[in-house]
């Protein structure tokens, strides 16, 4: 969420800074509701020091034994008009907060401008895709003899854009799971395993609501979501608190089930495990002091690249453009894996820095010492990385002509086998 008062004295260049995402701030009815919170805020004031004026002047009355009735009746006339005041001003801010909630982060400077994906710029390559010599197969004709994956009776009990791992297929998507949070680990992450149905307060605070109601699993009375990404309940572990200089930076791995509907996803990727509705991921978030996101964002996209590099898989970072971005980042680099089944790149994680804007509605602060007063933290996360992509690009990246599938060697002890066959 932004700051209501950084976007009043800043309003042009805010309004600049978000038309490079394609959103056109509503200055007006900020400005006039912004406006009358202000103005009911200052006659508050005023009120607040009269009554305190009013105070003094009825304990001097009273010492000397003079008569206080005028005194006492303006005395109860403010505190009745304070009762009344407050109770608008309240409404008044929440209205402000609920309007600041529906509007996206302020992208950094350094974030391309463009409309769409096609305006992405290409940061760095690592490996070289493999040259086949035979047609390279996508993963689901390669999954399918092997009989490590079935979509046809995940569909008969849950339906479409679900899967059943069987035999090697959930025993490498488990390997993955522990070789990724061992790695992570080994860098100085703490391993965390957090709910995977939170409430509404803990999606507002990281940004999934109001904004991506659509795309959530909500769970009945009472109101619950299941997390479309550990990024929820992790970010939240903090929520409404204060830490102080010394605890920063924090680092967090997790891995989780995820659950998203895809609902803007119609018509795309249809078949396998590219966009499902339930798929598992290992995330990276990180709370840091404001003045060192900016390079923590460089190493935490860096601890995800490491785990491709391991498995010895080609892939790219891009930078998302102003027109791509998330809503609450304001500054992405997403990973893409090379698929030679789909002789593309796709990607496999997005690492974000949110700056204070997940911070600031989360109530998550820090304190400086020997400082007065607090700040908001800056939250990153990423993924670390999508464990049924990953799975993927292993199944398509080291198939064999035979059908048959080698295992990467870092997994093989996770495994416990070098091949699939």
């Known amino acids: ?158 339906g479409a854009r679900f899967a059943i791992m069987k035999g090697m297929g959930a025993r490498l998507e488990r390997a993955l799971m522990n ?48 997390i479309p990404t550990a990024e929820v309940p992790v970010t939240n572990i903090f929520r409404n608190e204060i830490l102080k200089e010394e605890d920063l930076p924090v680092y967090f791995t997790a891995y989780t089930p995820c659950f998203r509907r895809e609902a803007g996803s119609y018509g795309k990727d249809t078949r396998g495990l590219i966009r499902q509705h339930q798929f598992n991921k290992v995330e990276l978030v990180k709370f840091v002091k404001p003045e060192e996101s900016y390079d923590e964002l460089e190493e935490l996209t860096g601890n995800a690249e490491e785990i491709l590099q391991k498995l010895d898989l080609p892939y790219r970072v891009v930078i998302l453009c102003t027109g791509d971005l998330g809503f609450s980042s304001a500054k992405t680099y997403d990973i893409e894996v090379w698929l030679p089944g789909q002789n593309r790149y796709r990607e496999i994680s997005s690492c974000s820095n949110f700056e204070d804007f997940q911070a600031r509605r989360a109530g998550i602060r820090f304190k400086r010492e020997g400082k007065k007063g607090t700040e908001f933290v800056h939250t990153l996360n990423g993924s670390g990385l999508a464990i049924g992509r990953t799975l993927v690009a292993i199944l398509e990246n080291y198939q064999q002509r035979d059908g048959s599938v080698i295992v990467p060697e870092v997994l093989r002890p996770y495994a416990g086998t070098d091949l699939i066959r």
């Open 1 to 158: 969420m932004l700051d209501a008062r950084y976007v009043r004295e800043n309003v042009e260049s805010v309004r600049n800074a978000l038309k490079k995402r394609g959103y056109e701030f509503p200055l007006v009815e900020f400005l006039a509701i912004d406006g009358k919170r202000i103005s009911l805020l200052k006659e508050v004031e005023e009120l607040r020091n009269r009554r305190n004026i009013v105070s003094e002047e009825i304990g001097k009355l009273k010492g000397q034994r003079a008569d206080t009735t005028a005194q006492l009746a303006e005395m109860k006339g403010v505190s009745d008009r304070l009762k009344e005041l407050d109770e608008r001003l309240h409404d008044l801010e929440s209205e402000t907060k609920t309007f600041l909630l529906t509007i996206p982060n302020i992208p950094h400077e350094s974030v391309p401008v463009g409309s769409d994906e096609n305006a992405n710029k290409e940061i760095r390559k690592w490996g070289c895709p493999r040259q086949f010599d035979f047609e390279p197969l996508n993963h689901w004709d390669i999954a399918e003899p092997l009989d490590i994956i079935d979509f046809d009776r995940a569909a008969k009990i849950s």
């Open 179 to 226: 070789f990724m949070l061992d790695t992570h680990t080994a860098k100085g992450y703490k391993e965390i395993f957090p709910p995977i149905i939170v409430n509404r307060d803990s999606m507002t605070g990281t940004g999934q609501l109001p904004k991506f109601e659509a795309e959530l699993f909500r769970v009945a009375d009472p109101e619950f979501y299941l």
